[in-house]
Nanobody, 119 residues
Framework: QVQLVESGGGLVQAGGSLRLSCAAS????????MAWFRQAPGKERELVAT???????YYADSVKGRFTISRDNAKNTVYLQMNSLKPEDTAVYYC?????????????WGQGTQVTVSS
């Protein structure tokens, strides 16, 4: 069982920055696909960014150029650096881990951290 614990959310003004962190409980973290999702009130959960075992990244068009996903395998942690934040970025942000090689599914989820961007 993989446990994921997010931190770093909060309230920030539009144009500001936040860095989210997600710490994993397992030493096999380096073998996981990791991702950040978000869910705004009344909306479906959406994929924000992913990072592969090898460090390849993907970003949703809505955050491309503003957000950066990274990982530190020595610390079993994945990060989401969020710059130039907009009110529409307000959501609960979740990290997720995919542990099955060759699968696109994410198997473990954190509890979420709230990000609120004021205008």
């Amino acid at each position: 069982q993989v446990q994921l614990v997010e931190s770093g959310g909060g309230l920030v003004q539009a144009g500001g920055s936040l860095r989210l962190s997600c710490a994993a409980s397992e030493r096999t973290f380096s073998s996981y696909r990791m991702a950040w999702f978000r869910q705004a009130p009344g909306k479906e959960r959406e994929l924000v960014a992913t990072i592969s075992r090898g460090g390849s990244t993907y970003y949703a068009d809505s955050v491309k150029g503003r957000f950066t996903i990274s990982r530190d395998n020595a610390k079993n942690t994945v990060y989401l650096q969020m710059n130039s934040l907009k009110p529409e970025d307000t959501a609960v942000y979740y990290c997720a881990a995919g542990v099955v090689p060759g699968s696109s599914r994410y198997d473990y989820w954190g509890q979420g951290t709230q990000v609120t961007v004021s205008s």
